[in-house]
């Protein structure tokens, strides 16, 4: 699979072959028991984050990837994405520290 990457005027695109996904399914299993123990969600604490708020946590973690040229964080990161909302083919992740302005689509 394959997501469109958007980070202010910059773009990429990210092949996340399905095998990977598959392998860890148990290991993005454990990403969700540890958020759903609370996490910060920019500069509020969140006790239980919906499954779109955990993607945008994803997506912050996918942009430090990026930014620390982290292949297997920035490939982690997006294959939680992809797993957990399967439609999505962009994200347009916010760069100033604010989660939940990252979309989707």
Same mark, same amino acid.
């Given at each position: @699979?394959?997501?469109?990457?958007i980070?202010?005027?910059?773009? @990429?695109?990210?092949?996340?072959?399905? #095998?990977?996904?598959?392998?860890?399914?148990?290991?993005?299993?454990?990403?969700?028991? #540890? @958020?759903?123990?609370?996490?910060?969600?920019?500069?509020?604490?969140?006790?239980?984050?919906?499954?779109?708020?955990?993607?945008?946590?994803?997506?912050?973690?996918?942009?430090?990837?990026?930014?620390?040229?982290?292949?297997g964080?920035?490939? @982690?990161?997006?294959?939680?994405?992809?797993?957990?909302l399967?439609?999505?083919?962009?994200?347009?992740?916010?760069?100033?520290?604010?989660?939940?302005?990252?979309?989707?689509?």
């Amino acid at each position: @699979m394959q997501l469109h990457i958007i980070i202010d005027d910059y773009a @990429m695109d990210l092949e996340v072959p399905a #095998a990977f996904l598959a392998e860890n399914r148990t290991a993005f299993d454990r990403l969700d028991d #540890a @958020m759903g123990r609370g996490v910060q969600f920019g500069r509020e604490w969140l006790d239980r984050p919906d499954p779109l708020q955990r993607c945008q946590l994803a997506a912050d973690k996918l942009l430090a990837a990026i930014d620390s040229h982290n292949q297997g964080l920035a490939l @982690m990161a997006a294959g939680y994405i992809l797993a957990r909302l399967p439609d999505t083919r962009q994200v347009s992740i916010d760069n100033n520290g604010e989660p939940w302005a990252t979309e989707f689509s």
